[in-house]
């Protein structure tokens, strides 16, 4: 019998820290419900002492799942930590992840706190959480630079004090494989009790190495691994789920353990992921890329036909890639709409949310042949702003755009009720858009990013559309889709306005595992 490897989730935390990745309550709940199809262990739902939001979306969360443990971070002070308790009750299984930096860097630099004072704070607070579950995970925040002696005394005295998952974070991508394996090793020999708790990585990229490490830390007796859906995440992102998984299960002569994950729900929820945040998954990425299974090259094309293992190590249907089609049109109705959005994860909150989509969906069938999976997706982000969200509103616009003319746009923008209108000029017809919805708002933001991807193939396909916004130290992305590019541009812009407007600061915490 092979161990259990325990799949941490942190895409709704970590995840979400990526800059302009922050998620709608409603899109939390869409992604930990996809998460909880693929059977992931741990769902890490956020932050509750972060913000009124992150609290509200946790505790929607831990309402919802039933089948995997719902977890909130924590830093080691009680307030954090009630925050957490409070977000989490209502999950059937619950988990609070704590944390407290141990490099002399951090504990010098930013705890100011001796490496005394440290290792109290780190017993009280799983004596706090623990009034709360008994299911208490420690991280000590960049253990990948902290001194090995100083991990052995902190996690004794944390095991002691009743912590059930030991988290060794690299939180700054510093260590390579052979290294961070030999860090494992010695702390599960070296800590008395070690046998009592499950040893977990939290690895970043930032050098490349978070899936090498995370996958070396296994292979040293690490039996949990924290990842993220393509992973998103701070700086350069965390080891990737789908990696991991896929790893471990496809070289399962060297891994002497195995997941539960439900593999065949990878591409979806790396789908899902990529259309809330307005993370693009590169062609070439592994597992979930567009590439990822594509052969150009005669040889390899003749080799797969010939047999398929001769390039490839797994197989597309394995992770999820198929070529579902919902094959409805305008003449289709409410049930069986109803009925492939529930194959696909997606569960509307109400009749009048599933009115609203539907109506949606009955007007894109009328401009494209066919219905992808991926528009639906993009069809229910559209509809995620409600109206008392949405403080900005694209009522009409008109554009011209024509050789050897300069393009013109026309719009008219609802702005809390009332109706403005606007025209300006510019260097191409969404840039002529995008200036006229600013003479109407004069938002005063800076645009940082400007995105299309074709959700589906074809010349009718709906373009997707990423605007990433930034006013006052706050970013945002916004999303919008529409088989006219620059309708869809005109709606993630306001998108991203719309989240500006109604958004509220979060605490910046004192630190990252």
Same mark, same amino acid.
């Given at each position: 019998?092979?161990?259990?490897?325990?799949?941490?989730?942190?895409?709704?935390?970590?995840?979400?820290?990526?800059?302009?990745?922050?998620?709608?309550?409603?899109?939390?709940?869409?992604?930990?419900?996809?998460?909880?199809?693929?059977?992931?262990?741990?769902?890490?739902?956020?932050?509750?002492?972060?913000?009124?939001?992150?609290?509200?979306?946790?505790?929607?969360?831990?309402?919802?799942?039933?089948?995997?443990?719902?977890?909130?971070?924590?830093?080691?002070?009680?307030?954090?930590?009630?925050?957490?308790?409070?977000?989490?009750?209502?999950?059937?299984?619950?988990?609070?992840?704590?944390?407290?930096?141990?490099?002399?860097?951090?504990?010098?630099?930013?705890?100011?706190?001796?490496?005394?004072?440290?290792?109290?704070?780190?017993?009280?607070?799983?004596?706090?959480?623990?009034?709360?579950?008994?299911?208490?995970?420690?991280?000590?925040?960049?253990?990948?630079?902290?001194?090995?002696?100083?991990?052995?005394?902190?996690?004794?005295?944390?095991?002691?004090?009743?912590?059930?998952?030991?988290?060794?974070?690299?939180?700054?991508?510093?260590?390579?494989?052979?290294?961070?394996?030999?860090?494992?090793?010695?702390?599960?020999?070296?800590?008395?009790?070690?046998?009592?708790?499950?040893?977990?990585?939290?690895?970043?990229?930032?050098?490349?190495?978070?899936?090498?490490?995370?996958?070396?830390?296994?292979?040293?007796?690490? @039996?949990?691994? &924290?990842?993220? =859906?393509?992973?998103?995440? #701070?700086? %350069?992102? /965390? !080891? +990737?789920?789908?990696?991991?998984?896929?790893?471990?299960?496809?070289?399962?002569?060297?891994?002497?353990?195995?997941?539960?994950?439900?593999?065949?729900?990878?591409?979806?929820?790396?789908?899902?992921?990529?259309?809330?945040?307005?993370?693009?998954?590169?062609?070439?990425?592994?597992?979930?890329?567009?590439?990822?299974?594509?052969?150009?090259?005669?040889?390899?094309?003749?080799?797969?036909?010939?047999?398929?293992?001769?390039?490839?190590?797994?197989?597309?249907?394995?992770?999820?890639?198929?070529?579902?089609?919902?094959?409805?049109?305008?003449?289709?109705?409410?049930?069986?709409?109803?009925? @492939?959005?529930? &194959?696909?994860? =997606?569960?509307?909150?109400? #009749?009048? %949310?599933? /009115? !609203? +989509?539907?109506?949606?969906?009955?007007?894109?069938?009328?401009?494209?042949?066919?219905?992808?999976?991926?528009?639906?997706?993009?069809?229910?982000?559209?509809?995620?702003?409600?109206?008392?969200?949405?403080h900005y509103k694209l009522n009409y616009s008109q554009v011209c755009s024509e050789t050897g003319e300069v393009p013109h746009a026309r719009v008219t923008l609802s702005i809390g009720g009332q109706e403005s209108k606007a025209e300006a000029d510019g260097s191409g017809p969404v840039d002529a858009t995008f200036k006229a919805i600013e003479q109407v708002v004069q938002s005063g933001s800076e645009l940082l990013l400007y995105s299309v991807n074709a959700i589906t193939?074809?010349?009718?396909?709906?373009?997707?559309?990423?605007?990433?916004? %930034?006013?006052?130290?706050?970013?945002?992305?916004?999303?919008?889709?529409?088989?006219?590019?620059?309708?869809?541009?005109?709606?993630?812009?306001?998108?991203?306005?719309?989240?500006?407007?109604?958004?509220?600061?979060?605490?910046?915490?004192?630190?990252?595992?």
């Open positions: 019998m092979k161990d259990r490897l325990v799949i941490f989730d942190t895409t709704l935390r970590d995840g979400e820290q990526s800059p302009g990745a922050s998620m709608t309550k409603e899109e939390k709940l869409r992604v930990a419900r996809q998460l909880e199809k693929m059977r992931v262990d741990v769902i890490e739902a956020g932050f509750a002492a972060a913000s009124p939001g992150d609290f509200e979306a946790i505790r929607a969360i831990a309402e919802s799942i039933k089948e995997s443990t719902v977890c909130s971070l924590a830093r080691a002070n009680a307030q954090d930590i009630e925050r957490a308790g409070e977000a989490i009750r209502p999950a059937p299984k619950k988990r609070i992840h704590t944390f407290i930096a141990t490099s002399p860097i951090h504990m010098e630099k930013k705890l100011r706190m001796t490496p005394d004072a440290v290792v109290e704070q780190a017993v009280k607070a799983i004596g706090w959480a623990r009034q709360y579950t008994d299911d208490v995970e420690f991280s000590a925040e960049d253990a990948g630079r902290s001194e090995l002696d100083f991990l052995c005394r902190i996690f004794e005295k944390v095991i002691a004090a009743g912590a059930t998952t030991i988290n060794v974070p690299d939180t700054v991508g510093y260590n390579f494989p052979s290294q961070f394996a030999e860090t494992i090793r010695q702390l599960i020999e070296r800590v008395p009790n070690s046998d009592k708790v499950v040893w977990s990585v939290h690895c970043h990229n930032d050098l490349g190495l978070a899936v090498a490490n995370s996958l070396a830390a296994v292979l040293a007796g690490a @039996r949990q691994v &924290e990842c993220t =859906i393509n992973g998103l995440g #701070e700086r %350069a992102g /965390n !080891a +990737a789920l789908e990696e991991i998984v896929m790893a471990v299960r496809t070289r399962a002569d060297i891994f002497p353990v195995e997941t539960r994950i439900e593999t065949t729900q990878i591409v979806p929820a790396s789908k899902l992921v990529s259309q809330i945040t307005g993370y693009p998954v590169q062609p070439n990425k592994a597992i979930v890329g567009a590439n990822a299974f594509a052969h150009e090259s005669g040889i390899h094309q003749d080799g797969v036909l010939k047999h398929r293992e001769t390039y490839e190590i797994m197989r597309a249907e394995d992770v999820g890639w198929t070529q579902n089609k919902l094959v409805l049109g305008k003449h289709s109705g409410r049930n069986a709409f109803k009925s @492939r959005l529930a &194959e696909l994860g =997606i569960v509307l909150e109400s #009749e009048e %949310a599933l /009115n !609203a +989509a539907f109506a949606r969906f009955k007007e894109l069938a009328d401009k494209k042949h066919e219905i992808f999976d991926e528009d639906l997706h993009a069809l229910i982000s559209d509809e995620a702003v409600t109206p008392a969200q949405e193939t074809g010349t009718d396909a709906q373009g997707e559309v990423t605007v990433r916004l %930034a006013k006052g130290g706050r970013v945002v992305n916004g999303q919008g889709a529409d088989t006219d590019i620059v309708v869809a541009s005109a709606k993630a812009y306001l998108n991203a306005l719309n989240k500006l407007y109604s958004c509220q600061a979060k605490v910046n915490p004192q630190g990252d595992v």
